[in-house]
Each structure stands twice: as C-alpha cells, then as structure tokens.
C-alpha cells in the first residue's frame, strides 16, 4: 500500500503537479499522432514545456512584485484578515490530507479522459497547478463532512467529483471563450470560470454600445501608452509609489523598511525599491504573455493530433493567461476594477456581515485579483468593451472575497487558519460539496453523488445545446460587429486575390 501511495504522490506531484511537463508530453504525443518526424517531435515537446516554464516565470515576477504590494496596501490602512492563498492553505493542509489529494488527482485524470473519449465533453484540463489545489480541497471539505476514516469513500467521491469539474466548467465557459478568442481552438481550463462567465455575461447586459478597451484613442502624446508594457508598467509604478508615501508617513520605520526584499534602510532607498517592484511587474506581465504565444503556436497544432486520434475533437483547457494577449488593456482594467470590488467586499463584511453573522474578514489577495481580475476583464470587454471590462472585474473581486468566507465555514479546524482557497470555483464548489457532506457518510455520500449527476448532465446538455449550436453571446455589440465585418472584407479580398492568382494561372 505505501509503494501504491508513493508512486502515485510521484505521478501526481512530480508529472502533474508540474504543468510544462504535462503540456510538453500531451504536444509530444499529439505529435506523434500526426506522424511527424522525431525532430520535430522533441522540438515541439520542448517548446510546449518551455512556453509554459516561461509562463510560469513571467507569474513568478508577478508574484513575487505584487506580495510587498499588498504587505503595503494592508499596512498602510491598518486592514487585518484572511488573505486566501491556494499555495498556503494547499501547505498546511498536506500532511494531513496529501495521501488522499494524490490518489484523487491521479483517479480524476483517468476518469477525465474517459469522459472526454466518450461524451460530448471533449475538454482535457491541463491546468497542473489548480488540480493540485481542487483535489487537496476536495480531500478536505469531504473528510472533514463525511466524519470518515474511509479512505476510499473520499477518495472515490472526490475523483468523480473533481473528474466532472474538470469537464464542466470549460464547457460552460466555452462560448465566451469563442467570444474572446474569436475562435474554437481553445478552452479555459482555470477555476475562476464561475467570474469568467458571470463577467462575460454582465458584459453583455451592460455594454452594448460601449467599445472595446482595446480601442482606447489616447492623444498624440499619449501615444506610447497604446504599447501594453509600458501603460500597465506605468500604472502600477503610480499605484505602488502613491502607497509606498502614504505607508511612509503611517508605518514605523522598522516594520515599513522590511516590506521590501531588499530591505531599505532610508526613505529615499524605500521609495525607490517601491518603484522597481513596480517595473518587475511590468517585466513579469510581458514574459507572461510571451510565454503564452509560444504555448499557443506549439500546443494548438499539436493538440490537432491528440484531436483526431485519440480524443476526437478534443480541446485543450489552458491556465487564465492564454486569454491576456486578446485584451491586454481589459485585463489591467479588471485586475484594477477586481481590487476596487475587493475593498469594498471587505468593507461589507467588516462594518455588517461580521459584527451581524460572523463572516471572516477576507483581506484582498493581490495575486487572485491580478489573474481572475484580468481574465474576467478580457471576457468583459468581449461582450461588453469597457464598460464590460470594470463591471466583470469589480463583480469579480466581490466574488473572490464572498465565496472564500463562505468555504471556511465547511473546513472544520482550517477554517480557523489565516488562509483560505481564493478562487471562485474552489469556493462555491467547496462550500456546496461540504454542506452536502455534512449529512453524514450515508445521506451525504448519495447527496454527492446526486450533484455529480446533476452537474454531469447540465455540462453535457450546455455542450450539445449550446456550443454544439454556434452560440456566441453579445452578437449586437459594437465591437463584435465591426469585427465582423472586417473579417467579411478580409474574406473577400483574399478571394479576389485567389481568383486573380487563378486567373493569371490559367493565363500561363
């Protein structure tokens, strides 16, 4: 039994935890399926893996350039709470429940390639990261519910449970997705889509006539901000120097210089690591969406052979920032308008829900408002431009702060810890599947199992019914008009160009 936990704690931590590794082997083998010759293979292997490492990079950068920002912003305004953090509470939650969460990620993997083999649901999540933290909260929520020392019962529910999700959200997001991408070629596979959708779909009921974020006209001398690392670099530099001088004035001296890594030892030294905190961001965002065109001009033609052989008409679900190069202003203006939605969640909480309910005050975590932020930005700008951009974000951040509170109340004595999951779907996933495992190892277990049918079977009638059928949402929108009728005029210049290359053909 110890050598079937080991080597599946290695597959799941060491292959599947590590998402360039799984997106380096799925293009090899979608490769392969096309015939190509082994050079090409290896490279195209490598390429995937190493666009991903970048990506990876690039939010490393961003990471490690927004944690002394938000040390800043709570320090500055005296806020206390719970900052929800995937890697945090995955951590503390390992040694109790890692066993579990391993057997359920490898199981839900399997059973998730047989769903996309045999039904309608051809998604192949490949989001390494956030199986990694869906199957740590399922062990937990469900073995702290079912009041159980069954391994198997947690681990059976939990891999059907995560298997269904993993299929599901990509289906519902799939139609904004195709909004966003103008295309079908892609799925977003990131457990944010709850925000997503609901962004996209305010987006639609909002910004009708407002246009696209993309389409800022900014004067002449304004001009170089149309470049997306410089104004998202300016930004933020605006941002961590307006609250690196509040923070001087309020902060002891002691605790304000250790806020950086490099600890500044006078004022003007704090000022200026603020301001190259600011620029790593900027750095951190390009290697992101640097990484992401390399990703996708290696995966996506890969994937065409994993398609036809294999899973037919399969579509690989990518991490959020596959989105970014589609709006990088919308995605700046979602993270900015995530925050704003954040603080005032905060706000809420702290002067109503929890003095009158109880409800933990859930700090705004700077990385969640950043990549949910973004990515519900660019699916509000596809629907609804700019207006669609700051409305999507601002719902978002009020989701990411609600949804987080209401999970601690299902994870028994970790919901007294200072950390909690962050994203949408781990949240109101999590809170629905511990409630209904608090019924108990019997009535809870039928529940669970009844919410996997329901989910199942409302996936697989979205997918036949609505992206089988073409259905993009917001077709009346400006920018979506516009669009169209330049690729209409894109079309048929190019078939007047065929048909005069035909002609001087025939000529000869």
């Known amino acids: 039994m110890n050598v079937v936990v080991a080597v599946l704690n290695f597959i799941s931590q060491q292959i599947l935890n590590v998402p360039a590794y799984l997106i380096g082997i799925i293009a090899a083998v ?14 195209g292997g490598l390429k995937a893996a190493m666009g991903y490492l970048i990506l ?23 806020a ?13 939650a390992a040694s109790q429940f890692g066993a579990a969460s391993a057997y359920i990620i490898v199981l839900s993997f399997v059973l998730m390639l047989l769903i996309a083999r045999f039904t309608p649901l051809k998604y192949i999540f490949l989001t390494g990261h956030h199986m990694v933290f869906m199957s740590m909260m399922l062990a937990l929520v469900l073995s702290v519910g079912l009041h159980t020392d069954q391994q198997w019962l947690v681990v059976g529910i939990g891999s059907l449970l995560m298997a269904v999700i993993m299929v599901a959200m990509p289906a519902f997001t799939q139609p904004f997705t195709n909004r966003v991408t103008n295309s079908d070629k892609i799925s977003v596979g990131h457990f944010n889509s709850l925000g997503y959708m609901l962004s996209g779909a305010l987006g639609a009921a909002v910004g009708k006539k407002s246009k696209s974020t993309e389409d800022i006209n900014f004067p002449k001398a304004l001009s170089f901000l149309r470049d997306s690392m410089v104004s998202t670099t300016l930004l933020m530099v605006v ?21 950086f890594p490099s600890k500044p030892t006078d004022y ?45 008409g399969a579509k690989p679900a ?6 970014f190069p589609y709006g990088p202003n919308a995605s700046l203006i979602g993270f900015l308008s995530s925050f704003v939605g954040g603080l005032v969640a905060l ?22 408002h950043f990549f949910d932020g973004g990515g519900a930005g660019v699916f509000g700008n596809a629907t609804g431009g700019r207006r669609g951009a700051m409305v999507g974000g601002f719902v978002n951040g009020l989701l990411i702060t609600f949804l987080p509170a209401s999970l601690m ?100």
Not at 294 to 312: D, H, R, S, T, W
């Open 268 to 312: 003007g030294a704090f000022i200026m690591a603020a301001f190259a905190q600011a620029l790593q961001f900027g750095i951190g965002v390009s290697i992101i969406l640097y990484g992401v065109r390399i990703i996708l001009g290696e995966l996506v033609p890969a994937f065409q052979g994993i398609a036809n052989k294999v899973v037919p």
């Open 409 to 508: 109340g299902v994870m028994g004595s970790f919901g007294l810890s200072n950390s909690t999951f962050g994203d949408a779907d781990f949240c109101w996933y999590g809170t629905v599947v511990g409630r209904i495992a608090n019924l108990g190892p019997g009535i809870g277990a039928v529940g669970l199992i009844v919410l996997v049918a329901v989910l199942f079977a409302a996936a697989w009638i979205w997918q036949v019914k609505v992206v089988d059928k073409g259905w993009l949402p917001a077709k009346e929108h400006v920018a979506f008009i516009d669009h169209v009728k330049e690729e209409e005029k894109a079309a048929k210049k190019a078939a007047r160009m065929a048909a005069k290359a035909e002609e001087a053909k025939t000529a000869k």
């Open 30 to 43: 979608g490769l392969i399926a096309l015939k190509k010759p082994v050079g090409q293979v290896v490279s």
């Open 318 to 323: 990518l991490d959020i920032p596959i989105v």
């Open 80 to 92: 206390q709470g719970v900052v929800p953090t995937n890697e945090v509470i995955s951590a503390q």
């Open 239 to 259: 941002l961590y120097l307006v609250f690196a001088i509040w923070a001087a004035f309020v902060v002891p001296a002691d605790q304000l210089f250790a806020i």
């Open 56 to 78: 990876g990079a690039g939010a490393t950068v961003v990471t490690a350039a927004l944690d002394p920002f938000g040390t800043l912003v709570f320090r500055a305004t005296g």
């Open 347 to 368: 706000g809420i909480i702290a002067l109503w829900l929890g003095p009158l309910w109880g409800v933990a005050l859930i700090l705004p975590g700077m990385v969640p």
